[in-house]
């Protein structure tokens, strides 16, 4: 059997070929991105040219000196006259002099209000905690999301641009003030909602085909986005720009009809889970908007069968809640237009990660906190021209340079070729794993390819000069044909006793990088990443097959 034919069958091969093969179409194949059709590799800021934003997040986290109980007095004062405020149990009751509308409990941001009409007097039960009180409070007077991140002591963080001495203004109309002390005003917020920015913009720019943006998290106040092949006016633009979101309702098997765009959605709630440990995401609709959903939600029959007739809401095209109405809902809509609703999507960790995710789509893709962009910059795209032509003729150097060392150790010319080709396939697979996953191929990955070469020509080396080691490794017998017994003894061991030396030298040279990858030190998770991937392409793809190909050509050299 000729040499070709021989190794064409082995298993080994035959995966090392087919991978190669794969990783070029990954390469080679065009892909949709937000600027057109781009090649597979998509290069980072310092090889494409781009743009660059520096974003700082606006915010207060705060320890306040507040009463409740006046903060509810001024919010339900109006035109009435507030006789009492009191704490029952979970609850504060109200009672105010004359009849007040039943809706004003919910347009003052209390839903779900008992309002108790006797005579002339109105009895309203608010089920709120006194840190729901001041959070109310916070919310509509600085038309901001404000959350408790603390117990003890209770502080609040104030999703907006406010200073000190506003608040203080805004405290003192009922009686409060900042709690005197160290720390109780601090400008920027808490590392979650930081990692929830940062989650909100990945999100946002990935689904307009920026993947693998550069975003990271400086001193929990500010963001840097690396945008490559993207101008600053555009960038500027992509950043801000919030989704556009739609609620539809199943009419059909594979039919839905549109109700309502997002600006029909006039406030949305901080996530909350209820007694049972079900999570969701309450939001308050226009009056426009809640007419609208009745109306249709009622000709489409939705409030008689609710479960043929799921509500769905999309962002950008992609869907992200469906469920039936529940059953009180669908009653209540068949009577009338309902403003407020609670979108629930389950319990647990799951259901809490569920219903933030669904609280950023909500409010459209808006980040869940103010930003200010402090820095821009554009990066001259014939620079990285530059940076790719040198990083291509360094990569051809390195591998001329291996098949000179090669030629030089060995001294022969059919070994020379095996070991460049697998180099340069090697190469190849990383590539084409990048391309597939979307990343963008920066200076640090590069370095990190390089340093693959090294080290897989270091493997290549220890398996060719073991099984050169001492006697020729071809066992024949009658029944054998020219060439190399495979499964030969003398062969297998030394082949086992090379690779033995190699995944030892490969486990520490990942082990090395996972610390890097976890900690994700920029730039340098890009060069772990694709070490720790280029490392394991060649112990479990790479160096099997040389160890074949080597094989069949030095028994072909007996």
């Known amino acids: 059997m000729s040499l070709a034919g021989s190794i064409s069958k082995d298993p080994r091969v035959i995966i090392y070929i087919a991978a190669v093969v794969l990783s070029l179409i990954f390469i080679l194949t065009p892909i949709p991105g937000y600027m057109g059709m781009n090649s597979g590799i998509k290069y980072g800021l310092d090889l494409e040219g781009g743009s660059w934003l520096q974003l700082e ?5 705060v320890q306040l000196d507040v009463d409740p109980v006046k903060i509810l007095e001024r919010e339900f004062q109006g035109a009435w006259v507030v006789e009492d405020v009191s704490r029952r149990g979970d609850n504060y009751v109200i009672t105010i002099e004359g009849k007040v509308p039943e809706t004003l409990p919910e347009d003052l941001g209390y839903p779900g209000s008992k309002v108790l009409v006797r005579e002339n007097t109105t009895r309203i039960t608010v089920p709120a905690s006194p ?7 916070l919310k509509t007077r600085l038309d901001s999301d404000v959350r408790i991140v603390g117990l003890e002591p209770v502080r609040y963080e104030i999703r907006s641009n406010v200073t000190r001495e506003q608040l203080d203004s805004i405290l003192s109309e009922v009686g409060g003030r900042i709690a005197p002390g160290e720390n109780t005003f601090i400008s920027g917020l808490t590392p979650e909602t930081v990692d929830e920015t940062k989650e909100v913009l990945d999100k946002k720019l990935n689904r307009l085909g920026l993947k693998d943006i550069k975003v990271r998290v400086v001193d929990n106040r500010f963001i840097t986005i690396d945008l490559a092949g993207v101008n600053v006016s555009t960038a500027e633009e992509v950043v801000g720009k919030p989704g556009k979101f739609e609620i539809r309702i199943q009419v059909g098997p594979n039919e839905t009809r549109h109700v ?7 406030s949305v709630e901080l996530p909350r889970g209820d007694r049972n440990g079900m999570w969701g995401v309450p939001f308050t609709l226009s009056e426009e908007g809640a007419l609208t959903f009745q109306r249709i939600a009622k000709e489409v029959g939705a409030t008689r069968n609710p479960k043929a007739h799921e509500i769905s809401m999309y962002l950008d095209k ?11 809902l669908a009653s209540a809509l068949d009577k009338a237009p309902m403003r407020s609703l609670v979108a629930e999507v389950g ?23 103010n930003v200010k962009i402090i820095g821009s910059g554009q990066v001259d795209a014939a620079l990285g021209s530059q940076f790719k032509f040198q990083v291509a003729l360094a990569g051809i150097l390195a591998i001329l340079a291996v098949g000179l060392l090669v ?10 070729l095996p070991i460049v080709c697998t180099s340069f396939s090697e190469v190849l697979m990383m590539l084409g794993i990048w391309s597939a996953a979307g990343w963008q191929l920066d200076l640090a990955s590069i370095a990190g390819i390089i340093m693959v070469i090294g080290t897989g020509v270091d493997h290549l080396f220890i398996i060719t000069d073991e099984l050169l080691h001492g006697e020729r490794i071809t066992e024949r017998n009658e029944q054998e044909a020219k060439g190399v017994l495979l499964t030969g003894k003398i062969y297998l061991s030394r082949l086992s006793r090379a690779f033995y030396i190699i995944l030892g030298a490969a486990a520490t040279t990942i082990a090395a990088m996972i610390p890097l990858l976890w900690m994700g030190f920029g730039a340098l998770m890009g060069f772990a990443l694709i070490t720790i991937i280029g490392v394991l392409i060649g112990v479990g793809i790479a160096r ?3 160890g074949r190909i080597i094989g069949y050509i030095l028994g072909e050299a007996v």
């Open 57 to 61: 997040l606006e915010g207060a986290i």
């Open 131 to 137: 840190e729901g009180v001041v959070v109310n409070y």
């Open 260 to 266: 309502v765009y997002g600006d029909a959605v006039e």
């Open 318 to 328: 992609d869907e992200i809640f469906s469920a039936p109405l529940a059953p009180e």
């Open 347 to 369: 319990t647990g960790d799951a259901g809490s990660r569920k219903a933030k995710e669904l609280y950023i789509h909500l409010r459209e893709g808006a980040l869940p906190v």
């Open 407 to 416: 030629f030089y150790r060995y001294r022969e010319r059919r070994i020379v």
């Open 544 to 546: 099997p097959a040389y």
